[in-house]
């Protein structure tokens, strides 16, 4: 049977967890819920502060401003986003099918995290000073030159290689705008599924000219 006292003393205990441990995983988890809930990330951090339930000295502890914990989303992104691409590259049976899959990847994380996505992406990453979140950003790009290389076997380092890498990017992330901007809208699931499959079929014939 639950108490007032129980509840409290479950409250405090649970207050207590953050503080000693997964606070700074709560506040990412929770942070990321306000992110895409807003518009253009204009949450504040007392609205973090509020919906977790703890002091703000206490938050201010992991991230000191709002901007600090906008880049370790941010980071937490692309870290994700990389993870899936590489393993849908090792579990695809050859380098051209990877390479599409690598791309399903990239749209289908847009469409599950579209204001991370968003943010991952804009202004905000392009124009910050952190070395971690620099060389993520650019580890995204180069993962998808590796693949397009592999996929068309292409020297990496060549100009036709990044050309094809740039024209793919264009396309997986072109789309991936579309539909989160509700373009497509007027597909069932399974005919938007058949779309984005045509467009990165299309993919693997791309060369330089």
Not at 8 to 20: E, Q, R
């Amino acid at each position: 049977m639950y108490t007032v006292s129980t509840l409290k003393v479950k409250n405090i205990d649970s207050l207590s967890s953050y503080h000693h441990g997964n606070l700074r995983e709560v506040l990412l988890s929770k942070g990321l819920e306000l992110l895409e809930s807003s518009i253009d990330a204009s949450f504040s951090m007392r609205e973090l502060t509020r919906k977790i339930g703890v002091s703000a000295n206490s938050v201010y502890r992991h991230f000191a401003s709002k901007e600090e914990l906008l880049t370790a989303l941010a980071i937490q992104g692309f870290q994700k986003l990389l993870e899936a691409q590489a393993l849908a590259i090792q579990n695809a049976s050859n380098s051209e099918k990877g390479f599409i899959k690598a791309g399903h990847q990239y749209i289908h994380f847009a469409v599950q995290n579209p204001m991370l996505f968003r943010l991952m992406y804009g202004r905000f990453v392009v124009s910050h000073d952190d070395e971690n979140l620099k060389q993520l950003a650019s580890l995204a790009y180069t993962g998808m030159l590796y693949a397009a290389a592999q996929a068309l076997k292409l020297d990496v380092e060549s100009r036709e290689a990044k050309i094809v890498a740039t024209k793919a990017w264009s396309v997986v992330h072109g789309l991936s705008h579309l539909i989160i901007d509700g373009q497509f809208d007027y597909l069932s699931s399974g005919e938007n599924e058949r779309m984005i499959e045509d467009v990165l079929n299309g993919l693997h014939s791309y060369n330089s000219n």
